[in-house]
């Protein structure tokens, strides 16, 4: 849970757990532990879509690791062709982007 959020919690599930136990004073007073209640999964619902997105994004951190590594390999190649293809002209490797000082 995030810090700021499990604060929150742990401030809600403190305060209830006053009022539960000193219930005959709060009695006359607003604030019953259903509202408490109904506050704390307001916070613990929003901590859980956000570690959902978490692992959303971190799949698709991974998926565009995978992607980059499969491009990577493509244009590796194509790059190779080029500078075999134009062995006889290093200069022409230039309008490729590629930068052969070998």
Partial sequence: MLKYLD??????????????????MWQFFPGDTIQLESHLNEVIEKDDEIESLKK???????????????KNLILTRLEK?????????????????INNNK
């Fill in 7 to 24: 604060n929150i919690a742990k401030r809600f599930e403190q305060i209830k757990k006053g009022i539960e136990i000193n219930k005959n």
């Fill in 56 to 70: 959303s994004l971190a799949k698709k951190f991974y998926e565009a690791r995978k992607l980059r590594d499969e």
């Fill in 81 to 97: 062709r080029a500078i075999g293809i134009h062995a006889d002209e290093p200069g022409k490797l230039k309008e490729y982007g």
